[in-house]
């Protein structure tokens, strides 16, 4: 086991990481900017290091930096968390050429996944249900327009290397097609810094559905359980369930056994999520794989009652994983709501300030994972995260009762937060129900 690890985040997560190390009487390092100095990770861990100014790019992204702090206090691990240099395989391999161990999959892994028209055709290579579309990446308008008339439109557009939304455009017609290649493109390069765009058949309405993978180093991999990720806003998540509901046990089950078939097709290790899109008659797709730690990775914890930062921990160390081979199953309902500080009736601008209040919801099946408290400055360089409320009970209706009450709890003043719009989207009829998709939001409240 590790004797010492630098946790390579901030925030909750660098709290939920410190946590988790301190259980297994690992010896923790915190890396900091200027700006997260007073931060609670700093406090909490058995070490801290500043980085750099409060830039991230100066700081949480400079990978010398990072490995620099690493060295310097004889850390022999690294946990990236989620974010930052998380997915980077690059520095993936500097920790690898500083004899330190990185907490995540290896860097062919974080490459493959990061490059989704590449991951795609190792689906399909492997008989994973895919999105039908190009077969490999565009390489001219002229060949989109030309995939999209095979397809049937309408169709999308996506960035190779995208993420959060970027880089992605519907078409309904041949002229929007060749219109939008130049525009998704070019988003590509600013964004990614990578022109690569494939096209895919555009699905009406699906839902996202996740599963959590543990592999350990020998490639036995299993699926934990899954999540609903259905409730977002621009591909952006609000909010995350577990299990996923109205879906067939026939068709969890199916899908579960193809995230593992995912899984072993890159050769996993550690802990990934495997996603797809479900339409209206429960047909699946493969959309791709993140290679880290999920935000809403507690929803699993909570129903499993598996540790997942631990077992990356134990993962990463090599011992085996010692849920393979058996049959897992989950417990009640959960609910994770991401508390971001956004103006939701602002166009969800983001709310810099200083916190003149806090006061955190607790009572049975509550959960908090934050880093914020009373007189506490949010700085407005990094992600607007600021607290994930997740909440437990023996059903789903129950649990959104649990949700309802510990949101009237959570109170935050001095800034503006999204806890009022998560009431609005549990008090809604038609999420009540449980019948959802990913333009939900859009759909009902018109964002």
Same mark, same amino acid.
């Given at each position: 086991?590790?004797?010492?690890?630098?946790?390579?985040?901030?925030?909750?997560?660098?709290?939920?990481?410190?946590?988790?190390?301190?259980?297994?009487?690992?010896?923790?390092?915190?890396?900091?900017?200027?700006?997260?100095?007073?931060?609670?990770?700093?406090?909490?861990?058995?070490?801290?290091?500043?980085?750099?100014?409060?830039?991230?790019?100066?700081?949480?992204?400079?990978?010398?930096?990072?490995?620099?702090?690493?060295?310097?206090?004889?850390?022999?691990?690294?946990?990236?968390?989620?974010?930052?240099?998380?997915?980077?395989?690059?520095?993936?391999?500097?920790?690898?050429?500083?004899?330190?161990?990185?907490?995540?999959?290896?860097?062919?892994?974080?490459?493959?996944?990061?490059?989704?028209?590449?991951?795609?055709?190792?689906?399909?290579?492997?008989?994973?249900?895919?999105?039908?579309?190009?077969?490999?990446?565009?390489?001219?308008?002229?060949?989109?327009?030309?995939?999209?008339?095979?397809?049937?439109?309408?169709?999308?557009?996506?960035?190779?290397?995208?993420?959060?939304?970027?880089?992605?455009?519907?078409?309904?017609?041949?002229?929007?097609?060749?219109?939008?290649?130049?525009?998704?493109?070019?988003?590509?390069?600013?964004?990614?810094?990578?022109?690569?765009?494939?096209?895919?058949?555009?699905?009406?309405?699906?839902?996202?559905?996740?599963?959590?993978?543990?592999?350990?180093?020998?490639?036995?991999?299993?699926?934990?359980?899954?999540?609903?990720?259905?409730?977002?806003?621009?591909?952006?998540?609000?909010?995350?369930?577990?299990?996923?509901?109205?879906?067939?046990?026939?068709?969890?089950?199916? +899908? *579960?056994?193809? @995230?593992?078939?995912?899984? %072993?097709?890159?050769?996993?290790?550690?802990?990934?999520?495997? #996603?797809? $899109? /479900?339409?209206?008659?429960?047909?699946?797709?493969?959309?791709?794989?993140?290679?880290?730690?999920?935000?809403?990775?507690?929803?699993?914890?909570?129903?499993?009652?598996?540790?997942?930062?631990?077992?990356?921990?134990?993962?990463?160390?090599?011992?085996?994983?010692?849920?393979?081979?058996?049959?897992?199953?989950?417990?009640?309902?959960?609910?994770? +709501? *991401?508390?971001? @500080?956004?103006?939701?009736? %602002?166009?969800?601008?983001?709310?810099?300030?200083?916190?003149? #209040?806090? $006061? /955190?919801?607790?009572?049975?099946?509550?959960?908090?994972?934050?880093?914020?408290?009373?007189?506490?400055?949010?700085?407005?360089?990094?992600?607007?995260?600021?607290?994930?409320?997740?909440?437990?009970?023996?059903?789903?209706?129950?649990?959104?009762?649990?949700?309802?009450?510990?949101?009237?709890?959570?109170?935050?003043?001095?800034?503006?937060?999204?806890?009022?719009?998560?009431?609005?989207?549990?008090? %809604?009829?038609?999420?009540?129900?449980?019948?959802?998709?990913?333009?939900?939001?859009?759909?009902?409240?018109?964002?």
């Amino acid at each position: 086991m590790f004797k010492r690890i630098l946790v390579a985040n901030r925030g909750e997560i660098a709290l939920r990481i410190i946590r988790a190390c301190r259980e297994l009487s690992i010896e923790s390092v915190a890396v900091y900017s200027t700006a997260d100095k007073d931060c609670l990770h700093v406090k909490l861990a058995d070490r801290s290091f500043c980085i750099g100014p409060p830039p991230s790019i100066k700081s949480y992204l400079n990978m010398d930096a990072v490995i620099s702090a690493a060295l310097l206090l004889k850390c022999d691990a690294l946990h990236p968390g989620y974010g930052f240099l998380a997915e980077n395989a690059a520095f993936e391999k500097l920790c690898g050429e500083n004899n330190i161990t990185f907490i995540g999959p290896p860097s062919e892994v974080i490459s493959l996944s990061g490059n989704k028209s590449m991951a795609l055709e190792t689906m399909r290579r492997n008989r994973v249900p895919v999105i039908p579309g190009s077969d490999g990446n565009l390489k001219s308008a002229r060949h989109a327009v030309a995939c999209a008339k095979k397809l049937g439109y309408p169709v999308i557009i996506k960035a190779a290397f995208g993420g959060g939304g970027k880089g992605m455009r519907i078409c309904n017609n041949p002229s929007e097609t060749e219109s939008m290649f130049n525009i998704a493109k070019s988003e590509s390069v600013s964004s990614f810094g990578a022109g690569d765009i494939y096209i895919e058949k555009y699905i009406k309405n699906p839902r996202h559905i996740e599963f959590q993978i543990i592999a350990d180093n020998n490639g036995n991999a299993v699926c934990v359980g899954e999540r609903e990720c259905s409730i977002q806003r621009r591909h952006q998540k609000l909010l995350e369930e577990a299990p996923a509901g109205n879906l067939s046990e026939r068709t969890r089950k199916t +899908m *579960r056994e193809y @995230a593992v078939r995912a899984a %072993n097709a890159v050769k996993y290790k550690n802990l990934g999520t495997i #996603e797809f $899109l /479900l339409d209206e008659k429960e047909n699946f797709y493969f959309i791709e794989i993140n290679s880290r730690i999920q935000v809403e990775h507690p929803v699993t914890e909570m129903v499993t009652g598996i540790d997942l930062i631990r077992e990356q921990i134990h993962m990463a160390s090599g011992l085996k994983n010692p849920y393979f081979g058996k049959d897992l199953k989950s417990r009640g309902h959960a609910i994770e +709501m *991401r508390i971001n @500080a956004e103006d939701s009736d %602002n166009n969800f601008a983001p709310s810099p300030g200083r916190i003149t #209040e806090c $006061l /955190l919801p607790g009572g049975p099946g509550v959960r908090v994972d934050t880093f914020i408290r009373p007189d506490f400055v949010i700085q407005p360089f990094y992600d607007s995260l600021i607290a994930k409320l997740v909440v437990w009970d023996k059903s789903r209706h129950e649990a959104l009762g649990r949700a309802l009450r510990a949101l009237d709890e959570f109170k935050i003043e001095g800034i503006k937060t999204t806890i009022p719009f998560h009431k609005k989207i549990l008090n %809604n009829e038609i999420f009540k129900s449980g019948i959802i998709h990913t333009h939900f939001i859009e759909e009902q409240f018109g964002l």
